[in-house]
Structure formats: structure tokens, C-alpha cells
């Protein structure tokens, strides 16, 4: 099924909506755009390398926590680094793993 990033997404969002405050949710989880799920792997793209290290470094339990409920226990999350002008048709995108913190 083509949608079902799209799907885990929205029910990850549902839960995290709950848990952090409104003003954080619009500007740090809102512009997060899912791009697909392989397996247990969902990958999502972020606007830029800062926004990618604050969700590792602020938010990465809660992100770990509902991954896991909704994919599985052993969900995985890569991110999508927009670098560059995003104005752009093609901009330069890198991927990264979420850190492995315990």
C-alpha cells in the first residue's frame, strides 16, 4: 500500500499531539513530511540539519515510544535533511539514521 507512511504518520502525530504542548507541536512536527515506510524503517523529511538535531535532541523519546507503538517494537527512524534552497526543484537532500541513544 503506497499511503501507509502517510497512514503510521498521522496515527504517530495523533499520539504526540497529546503529549507535548500545542505550540511545539505546530512548529516542530507539523512541517515533518513522511516520506515512505519500508518495513520497520519510516523515514520522514525535515526542512533542515537544525531541525533534525533539536528532534533528536528534544523530542527523540517521545518519537521513539510512539514509533514503537505504532509500527512495532523494533521501528526504526530515518530522517531526510532538506539542505539548501528548498525553493529549489531538486534540493540537495541527505539522510540520517535516528542516533542510537539509550
Known sequence: MKDQHW????K?????????PASSFRTWFEPI???KLEGNVLTIQV????FYEYLEEQFIDIL?????MVIGTDAKLE???VMG???????????????NKT
Open 7 to 10: 497512514a503510521a504518520w498521522e
Open 33 to 35: 513530511v513522511p516520506l
Open 85 to 99: 534552497n528548498t525553493a529549489s526543484s531538486n534540493p540537495l537532500t541527505v539522510n540520517y539514521p535516528t542516533a
Open 12 to 20: 504517530c502525530l495523533a499520539v504526540i499531539r497529546d503529549n507535548i
Open 47 to 50: 526542512p533542515s540539519s537544525f
Open 64 to 68: 521513539r515510544k510512539t514509533l514503537r
Open 79 to 81: 530522517y531526510n535533511v
